[in-house]
């Protein structure tokens, strides 16, 4: 395991027999306890979660507890091809099969993408697959659920854009519990220890693209990861505040050893860093990183993996650094972090939103998202980030 550190958050946390929670079902539940077990171990399972890139990372724990309960069992995941380097060769996954999303996405538009897409589904037909478990919960999944033809399909009662449709054993979510935990609860439905181990991997190709883009940047051995940018506008943080922050922390920064500062970021995101890299350049002491659109998903993972600390929105790399060890501090304004944040690292993260009365899509409206990360201080994060970085060096 490449991935040093092991176990982040609450790694071996266990539920008890699932039976117990659907003694207390709600009205309307498909299924009943009897028909949770299955009839015999599956040889085939499949998880499906494409994407979010953040989603992906966080579901790593559905493959860790089907991989103990069923070692004997061959475990593939769909992911959409450009985030494949997230869990590409993880030691749980036995395959990882890439959805081409954004090629298919106008199949009704050309025939040859149609029949790309349909000779896609039935190649996936032809896994033969015992075990399917949908951890997405949105109609593309659903569909892959249901074109597979296994004998077990879990999802989620009542998933958006009829889901549900592509599963035939139904799970009601637990009110308010975390994004893990909910996708926990579909493995503890089929008689699987469900473990929430966040572990990730840290891949070979990964690791070397990261080493060679370092060298060539010439960045020492403690550096810090800025991830601020978010296909969502409204759950980014105003520009001028890194540059803030980062002069309010240089002190305990430099004391550290940190000089190295990355931004990270998704190709077409470079004109989110870009601002935010040059305001940074102004503070002394410190070498500015902008690298956003220049490394592989993989080398991401690697970059983050080596971090001294992460500072992060409500984005991947957050989830990236709960599940290999890395330091991190999030800043959340319309999502909860204790919801959508990283598994069993709500501590370490500022919330603007914290009092409010928050719409679950809050953050999509650019405007009223922006209002509630802005209300996220300089000198809240500054405050977090020194207790953080004590907290690396053992002090209270």
Not at 103 to 127: C, E, H, N
Not at 224 to 253: C, D, E, F, I, M
Not at 339 to 367: F, K, N, S, T
Request: a positive charge; hydrophobic letters at 45%.
């Amino acid at each position: 395991m490449d991935a040093a550190g092991g176990v982040a958050g609450r790694g071996g946390c266990c539920f008890g027999s699932f039976t117990d929670a659907a003694r207390n079902r709600p009205p309307g539940t498909l299924y009943f306890a009897s028909s949770l077990r299955m009839r015999s171990p599956p040889r085939r399972i499949l998880i499906v979660r494409p994407s979010a890139l953040g989603d992906v990372c966080r579901t790593v724990p559905i493959a860790w507890s089907l991989r103990e309960a069923f070692p004997k069992a061959s475990v593939d995941w769909v992911v959409e091809d450009r985030w494949m380097g997230a869990v590409q060769g993880h030691p749980a996954v036995d395959r990882v099969i890439a959805f081409p999303k954004r090629d298919f996405r106008r199949w009704w538009r050309s025939i040859p993408v149609a029949v790309r897409t349909v000779q896609w589904f039935t190649k996936l037909r032809r896994g033969r697959y015992d075990l399917v478990i949908d951890a997405q919960g949105l109609a593309r999944s659903g569909l892959m659920a249901l074109v597979t033809g296994a004998r077990t399909r879990v999802g989620h009662q009542g998933s958006r854009e009829f889901a549900w449709l592509g599963a035939n054993r139904r799970v009601p979510r637990r009110p308010d519990s975390h994004v893990v935990d909910a996708m926990l609860e579909l493995v503890a439905a089929v008689g699987a220890p469900a473990r929430a181990d966040m572990r990730l991997d840290v891949s070979v190709a990964g690791k070397r693209e990261w080493q060679a883009a370092s060298e060539r940047a010439s960045i020492g051995p403690r550096m810090l990861v800025l991830a601020t940018t978010n296909g969502w506008a409204g759950k980014r943080w105003p520009n001028a505040r890194y540059a803030a922050l980062l002069h309010a922390v240089s002190a305990q920064l430099l004391a550290s050893g940190i000089r190295d500062v990355l931004l990270t970021g998704a190709p077409g995101e470079e004109p989110q860093t870009a601002p935010i890299a040059e305001l940074l350049r102004q503070i002394g002491g410190f070498r500015i990183h902008d690298m956003a659109g220049q490394l592989s998903v993989a080398a991401t993972v690697a970059a983050v993996h080596d971090a001294a600390l992460l500072i992060g929105l409500d984005s991947a790399p957050i989830h990236m650094a709960a599940g290999l060890g890395t330091p991190f501090v999030g800043l959340y304004g319309a999502t909860r972090p204790w919801i959508d944040g990283p598994y069993g690292g709500a501590e370490w993260c500022v919330h603007g939103g914290a009092g409010m009365q928050l719409d679950e899509h809050e953050h999509r409206d650019a405007v009223r998202g922006a209002a509630v990360m802005e209300r996220i201080s300089v000198e809240a994060v500054a405050t977090l980030v020194q207790r953080r970085l004590r907290s690396m060096e053992g002090v209270a």
